[in-house]
């Protein structure tokens, strides 16, 4: 089988006054509804909604407000059914479990783990576990931020050490989405070094990558615009492609369909 086809696109809907790239534009339910319908005619297989911005210095939310931004949303999405898998990106348990009255599918959880009861919860229910490697939390972690060799260890051991605290709490390995996360505590180098470490280990575990509009690209080709990284983005979510990496998380669902299209 050709490694692009087992890859899933994973669109990406902030519903946040101050998420980086688009932060304000979706934070109307009816207008985040409308973008999920968008993503799913240009190609998503999974629509990821979050409701709390985890850019670099971002202030936390609490969960009552989180789950009063994503509440509406995930309600008109239960009735109207798209045809795409619903991805929460939340680390707060109470969340995950409100979700559970909703046709959320995967859980999206940038700081690891939650605690065992809520995952014994969430594998007895069948959801997927997307954990996603974070050097501290997103208000400190650039301020020491990891680097080479010490980045590439501390996410390989996270890939092995997340995955079996999920299988003792349930979940079948491919129901364990593993996340080296690009941007999240580390230096611009060991962001290329943790991608490249990524690709060789996604024939052994279910590897997820997120790249797109991110501001080490930014840094590194000398473009402030987040919007104006989709290019490079995309030419980084094509290896991706050819690695057979599970999912993409994308801003730019469409032209990331054209790609795989072309390599299926």
């Known amino acids: 089988m050709n490694p692009a086809a087992r890859?899933?696109?994973?669109?990406?809907?902030?519903?946040?006054?101050?998420?980086?790239?688009?932060?304000?534009?979706?934070?109307?339910?009816?207008?985040?509804?409308?973008?999920?319908?968008?993503?799913?005619?240009?190609?998503?297989?999974?629509?990821?909604?979050?409701?709390?911005?985890?850019?670099?210095?971002?202030?936390?939310?609490?969960?009552?407000?989180?789950?009063?931004?994503?509440?509406?949303?995930?309600?008109?999405?239960?009735?109207?059914?798209?045809?795409?898998?619903?991805?929460?990106?939340?680390?707060?348990?109470?969340?995950?479990?409100?979700?559970?009255?909703?046709?959320?599918?995967?859980?999206n959880d940038i700081s690891g783990v939650a605690d065992r009861r809520t995952l014994e919860t969430l594998a007895k229910r069948g959801l997927i576990y997307w954990a996603m490697h974070m050097h501290r939390d997103p208000a400190n972690m650039h301020k020491d931020p990891l680097d080479g060799a010490d980045a590439l260890r501390e996410v390989a051991a996270f890939y092995d050490k997340t995955q079996t605290a999920l299988m003792e709490a349930g979940f079948a390995k491919d129901h364990i989405w593993l996340d080296p996360g690009v941007g999240f505590g580390k230096t611009d180098r060991a962001n290329v070094q943790v991608i490249q470490q990524a690709l060789a280990e996604a024939s052994r575990f279910e590897i997820v990558l997120g790249v797109s509009r991110k501001s080490f690209i930014g840094r590194l080709l000398g473009i402030t615009d987040p919007k104006e990284r989709d290019a490079p983005s995309k030419m980084l979510e094509l290896s991706f492609l050819f690695a057979g990496v599970r999912g993409i998380r994308t801003h730019d669902v469409a032209r990331l369909r054209a790609l795989r299209d072309l390599t299926m």
């Open 7 to 107: 890859t899933l696109i994973i669109g990406v809907i902030n519903v946040t006054p101050d998420s980086f790239s688009d932060g304000g534009t979706f934070l109307d339910p009816e207008k985040a509804v409308a973008h999920a319908w968008d993503l799913v005619d240009d190609g998503a297989d999974v629509i990821d909604i979050g409701a709390e911005s985890t850019r670099p210095g971002s202030a936390p939310v609490d969960a009552d407000e989180e789950w009063r931004r994503l509440e509406p949303v995930l309600a008109a999405l239960a009735d109207q059914r798209p045809k795409a898998r619903i991805s929460l990106d939340t680390y707060k348990p109470m969340t995950m479990r409100r979700a559970l009255d909703y046709p959320v599918d995967i859980i």
